[in-house]
């Protein structure tokens, strides 16, 4: 094209709008190729090393510590840990090639298939989703535990605590905690696990009044005012599945590096943890009013996150619970009084909210009913002899007792 223009086989104007180019630019691209021939339509910076080129030695240095430190780190985890704990600074991208020119494996994201988009809520405090990871959080170095999380559906904001296992007790005491930091929430979004909702049938009772029977759990939300609402799928709280993606990568290795191996260390260290990760990864929501409601008094709260039955009084105003018997020192007119096992394992017995007065009777007698063993002598099997009368014939048997003299 800009040979054309040289030879006059077209204009300067009709070149640069061939080629996407103002008219100055033509001229000069004319001019360096009258006097550098084809080479001058290259670029001035072709096979010059750029001016924010990376140090020499860095590269080897990162890749160095990849394979000793960050064994198994994704390109932004890694250009993460490398700024914070190497001051080397090196972006996702140049770390993400050289890994790849290197061979060095790291976790690559999987191909997921399409869902459907839903907004989050506009409030924060408006859904809060809940679940439990069962993971080898500590690897080699501890227990399986589970993560009990919580991550506000408006701004991803994430709160958890690592107990021994998914259950009543830990679900109760990480909302306890939840409570007393943020406030009490409108809904909570969690799955169909028998924590959070109950697999009894329907008594007759609740089949009359149209109510499903519910678990210790939902019934601590209702009593505080709290909806429970069941994910029909793990994609439906897809919020806090991706969290438990995010942790099982990101966590794990930042308790690898502070040498973390029991969940007393883990909850201290997500103490510090968590305000740097809500800091980074939070989003501002919709609306600025905030829906979580004030939280209530600590009794108000042992009172409802607690596991409630109901028991039996006896004629003479003793209950069991469990495998205990406990005397009511109270004399009230009742059938039936509830148990209150609260989260610091101390127990409230009480009637009509009124609280009783109980003692545990450790001196119980026991019954031991002995039945009379009957010892058998065990005889030996022995056969007859040849001449007894059972191996003769039956004639000569008849013979024999008609030959008998009678008396």
């Not at 989703?129 to 500590?138: I, V």
């Not at 909850?267 to 990760?277: D, H, I, V």
């Not at 939280?295 to 607690?306: E, G």
């Not at 005397?327 to 409230?348: H, S």
């Amino acid at each position: 094209m800009i040979r054309k223009v040289i030879e006059k086989e077209m204009t300067q104007v009709e070149a640069g709008l061939a080629l996407g180019l103002t008219t100055r630019q033509v001229k000069r691209l004319v001019r360096r190729v009258r006097e550098e021939g084809d080479r001058g339509v290259c670029h001035r910076s072709r096979g010059r090393r750029s001016n924010r080129r990376i140090l020499e030695g860095t590269r080897d240095k990162v890749l160095n510590l990849c394979q000793r430190h960050y064994v198994g780190f994704g390109p932004t985890l890694a250009s993460e840990k490398l700024l914070e704990r190497d001051k080397i600074k090196v972006s996702k991208e140049s770390l993400r090639l050289w890994l790849r020119q290197a061979e060095i494996p790291y976790k690559m994201r999987k191909k997921r298939p399409h869902r459907q988009w839903r907004e989050r809520r506009a409030h924060c405090g408006s859904l809060v989703q809940m679940d439990g990871s069962h993971h080898l959080w500590f690897e080699d170095r501890g227990p399986k535990s589970v993560l009990m999380a919580y991550i506000d559906d408006a701004m991803g904001r994430v709160y958890g605590r690592f107990y021994e296992y998914e259950g009543t007790f830990p679900a109760m005491e990480s909302f306890k905690r939840y409570v007393l930091k943020y406030g009490l929430p409108m809904a909570i979004y969690a799955d169909k696990h028998t924590t959070y909702k109950s697999a009894a049938e329907p008594t007759v009772e609740e089949q009359l009044k149209g109510v499903e029977p519910m678990s210790q759990f939902e019934r601590g939300l209702w009593e505080l005012g709290v909806e429970m609402i069941h994910a029909h799928s793990p994609q439906a709280k897809g919020r806090i599945e991706r969290l438990f993606g995010t942790f099982q990568d990101r966590v794990i290795k930042e308790m690898r590096l502070a040498g973390i191996c029991n969940i007393q260390e883990a909850n201290l260290f997500l103490e510090s943890y968590l305000p740097q990760f809500n800091a980074k990864f939070c989003v501002e929501a919709r609306e600025s009013a905030n829906l979580h409601r004030s939280a209530p008094s600590k009794r108000q709260l042992d009172q409802s996150l607690c596991i409630k039955t109901s028991r039996t009084l006896n004629n003479d105003f003793t209950i069991s619970y469990g495998t205990r018997l406990y005397q009511i020192k109270e004399n009230i007119r009742a059938k039936t009084v509830t148990v209150e096992e609260r989260l610091d394992g101390t127990l409230r017995i009480s009637y009509e909210e009124r609280s009783l007065l109980w003692k545990e009777i450790r001196n119980i007698p026991i019954k031991i009913n002995k039945v009379p063993r009957i010892v058998t002598k065990v005889r030996k099997n022995r056969s007859p002899s040849p001449n007894h009368p059972f191996k003769q014939p039956w004639r000569k048997r008849r013979e024999k007792t008609e030959a008998i003299p009678t008396p």
